[in-house]
């Protein structure tokens, strides 16, 4: 079974402030792959990352960094210097990477309001 | 198209009707997903179809609940006998195979079903 916790329901920054959005899973795959979806107001969901469990390699991207712990399970999101911009709702997500089932399962999402 | 198409946007049914909500994926992209986001929810897992293979029903929440895809393509959840509970807005992802890949998923805009 798998499961993806995100903890923080909602979270309130004021702009430029750092904020970063946590992620704990929990998986029996050897193998698997983590996301991070953006959900803005407008609804549709945007990838934002997809990384490998056997890469540990921390990514940034502009103002976004992803911190992927195997030890610890998670998979935390940051944005440095925030804005308005960035308020939506942020998905984590697990899906295996081998066996008879490739889907993919959704935390509860984290509410992100950036004020100005 | 260019994205994953969703249709109707908003439907407002009342209960005990019969509801069909569209998704039209990306052209060549082998896997289709359904998921379910109720008010303050995650992302419910309801159906997965890949490539001719049989779908993969274990998230449909009841038996009033079906999907089919015809020509590897266009997909339709049906909804019989609508509850208010159905209320939510239904999600539609695509991604190109194949499975295992760890390729990201591309969403529709969704479809905000309102049962009164």
């Known amino acids: 079974a798998q499961k993806v916790t995100q903890a923080q329901t909602e979270i309130s920054v004021v702009e430029k402030e750092d904020v970063t959005l946590d992620c704990v899973y929990e998986?029996?795959?050897?193998?698997?792959?983590l996301f991070w979806y953006k959900q803005p107001p407008s609804g549709e969901l945007v990838f934002l990352i997809r990384?490998?469990?056997?890469?540990?390699q921390n990514e940034i991207s502009g103002r976004y960094s992803w911190n992927f712990q195997k030890s610890t399970s998670s998979f935390n999101f940051t944005i440095t210097a925030s804005q308005v911009v960035d308020s939506a709702v942020y998905f984590c997500?697990?899906?295996?990477?081998?066996?008879?089932?490739?889907?993919?399962?959704f935390g509860r999402g984290t509410s992100l309001i950036v004020h100005p | 198209g260019a994205g994953v198409s969703q249709s109707p946007s908003n439907k407002v049914t009342e209960k005990g009707k019969d509801v069909e909500l569209r998704c039209d994926p990306i052209s060549g992209h082998t896997a289709l997903y359904w998921y379910r986001q109720s008010l303050g929810q995650g992302l419910e897992f309801l159906i997965y179809?890949?490539?001719?293979?049989?779908?993969?029903k274990s998230g449909l929440p009841s038996d009033r609940f079906s999907a089919e895809r015809t020509g590897g393509s266009v997909s339709t959840l049906t909804i019989q006998r609508t509850q208010q509970e159905d209320s939510a807005v239904y999600l539609c992802?695509?991604?190109?195979?194949?499975?295992?890949?760890?390729?990201?998923?591309?969403f529709g805009s969704g479809t905000r079903l309102t049962v009164v």
């Open positions: 997500a697990l899906r295996p990477a081998s066996g008879g089932s490739y889907i993919p399962t």
């Open positions: 998986t029996r795959d050897t193998t698997y792959y």
């Open positions: 179809f890949q490539g001719n293979s049989a779908p993969d």
């Open positions: 992802a695509s991604s190109l195979g194949p499975p295992g890949a760890g390729y990201g998923y591309t």
């Open positions: 990384r490998n469990s056997f890469d540990e």
